[in-house]
Every structure is written in C-alpha cells, then in structure tokens.
C-alpha cells in the first residue's frame, strides 16, 4: 500500500499535536492522586495506586462512608459498613430520635420509642406544655392542663400582667390589677416619665410631672443644650443660653477663630478680628 506524502505529514502532525497530552497523562503527579483517591473524586486513577496507598485508600472511603451514615447523607451505602458500624449506628440513631422526641421535633419517630421512653417523653411534652400556656406562647394547649396547672397558669398570668403594667409594657390590661397592684404601676410610670424627660428620652410627657420633677427636668434640658452649644451641635438653642453662658461662648468662638486666623489652621473669619487682632495677623512691615 502506497502512503503519499500528504497522508504521512498529516500524521506527523496529529502525533506532535497528541504529545503534550499524553506527556501530562504519563506525568501525573502521584501524591495529587493519592489524594483524589482519598476524597473519593472522579480524578482518582487507582490503577496508579501503589498496594499500601490502595489499602490507606479503601479505608479513608471505607471510614468516609461511616462518616456519612451517622450524618444520615443520601450518600450513605449501609451494605459497606461491619457488624459493630451497623449497631453502633443504629444505636446512635435511635438515642437521636429519642432526643428530637424530647425536644418536640418534628424529626421525631414515636413508633420508634421504646414505652418507657414514650412514657418519658409524654413528660416531656406536658412540661413543654405547661411552660408555653404559663409564658403565653403560642404552643400553649390549654385542654393538655391538670386543674392544678390550670391555676399556676392563671397564677404566673396575673404576675406577668403585674408586671408588664410596671414596666408599661403594652400587654398590660389594667382590668385585670387589684387597687393595690394599680396605684404600683401608676407610681411605676410616673417615675418612667420623670426619668424619660429628665434624660431626654422618648416617652417624655412634661404634663404628668410634679413641679419638683419639671424643675429638675428644666435643669437637665438647660445642661444639655449648653454642652451642645460649647460641640457646636445642630440641637442648639442658643435663645435658651443664659447672658453669662452666651458671652462665655462667644469669647471662646472668638478666641478660636483668632487663633485659625494666626496659625492658618481651621475656619478663619477675618470680619470678626479686632484691629489689634488683624496687626497681629498682618504686621505692617
């Protein structure tokens, strides 16, 4: 058979083209292929694999797949594990779903509870129950409750309206306070307000003050915009400065825009200077 030359050029060509391929294929590194082995990727060439390294890597993806069964991932393959894995996942598994029962997880089994577990965990739910009707949570089933923890229910109710109205909580239904429990809570919210407006907080109503309260509240509001003229503050009412307290500022505004003024650094305003002030800035030469 004849091969022109065009034919055999052709092949030359394909041959060189191929080369850095099967140059990378032969140059492998073994230690990264160990590794892949080890993680179970698909790069894993095992034929590579020396016997020790194919022994290291059976039981890296032999422990792997226990790994996987106690976390209970799809790719968990049961058929692989030994007697004592089998049992000590089953183990694992049941002491699991007793706990989610305990909790009240939806992950729970009941039918998978041995009966004294059951009987354990009916404990379980009915404290649950008994916290949540006696917090007021959602997960309160009244109809559940014994007449004994009916009334510690209505017990911990009334103490927790007690004192949600103390704290002025919106929860709070004054209804439900004796007169006692009423004048406490209205004490309770009179000294709320007094520190509210003394602290120039939300919550503030000037009308419910006492006049020593609103003289202490004045007090208090004149510091606070003083100390927020002397930052130069926005919430600065300079009409509410005393004589004393505005000429007090006003020196000290005109002592530091003298001092901008002579060093250069800072807002300068030279229409304030005074002519002394200007020869010192500016000495005729």
């Known amino acids: ?17 191929l080369w850095p391929i099967l140059a990378f294929a032969q140059s492998t590194n073994p230690a990264q292929n160990l590794a892949d082995c080890r993680a179970g990727r698909d790069t894993c060439d ?21 790994v996987n069964c106690r976390n209970s991932y799809d790719s968990c393959d049961r058929s692989q594990l030994t007697e004592p894995e089998a049992t ?25 509870l041995t009966p004294m577990e059951a009987r354990d965990v009916a404990v379980a739910q009915r404290e649950r129950n008994l916290a949540a009707c006696k917090d007021g949570w959602g997960g309160c089933d009244r109809s559940k409750l014994t007449p004994a923890q009916s009334e510690e ?24 306070l004796t007169p006692s429990q009423t ?23 000037h009308s419910k003050l006492t006049a020593a ?10 510091r606070r915009n003083l100390i927020a003229c002397k930052e130069g503050e926005t919430t600065c009412d300079y009409a509410n400065l005393s004589a004393s307290e505005a000429k007090s500022l006003s020196d000290t505004e005109h002592k530091r ?11 300068c305003d030279a229409s304030r200077l005074t002519v002394e002030e200007l020869r010192t800035i500016h000495p005729s030469k």
């Open 46 to 66: 095992r034929s590579k694999l020396s016997q020790s390294e194919a022994v290291d890597v059976a039981l890296a993806v032999h422990q792997q797949n226990v």
């Open 88 to 112: 000590a996942l089953a183990v694992a598994n049941h002491q699991r779903n007793v706990s989610d029962c305990n909790d009240g997880m939806l992950s729970c089994d009941p039918s998978k």
């Open 183 to 205: 004048r406490d809570a209205a004490a309770a919210d009179r000294q709320r307000n007094a520190q509210n407006c003394q602290n120039g907080w939300d919550g503030c109503d």
């Open 257 to 267: 825009n003298y001092t901008a003024c002579l060093k250069g650094y800072g807002y």
């Open 213 to 222: 309260e609103a003289k202490e509240t004045a007090s208090s509001e004149h």
């Open 153 to 176: 229910v209505n017990n911990a109710k009334r103490r927790l309206n007690v004192s949600d109205c103390a704290d002025g909580s919106g929860t709070c239904d004054q209804a439900k």
């Open 1 to 17: 058979m004849k091969i022109s030359f065009r034919n055999c050029f052709g092949l030359q060509l394909a041959c060189i083209s």
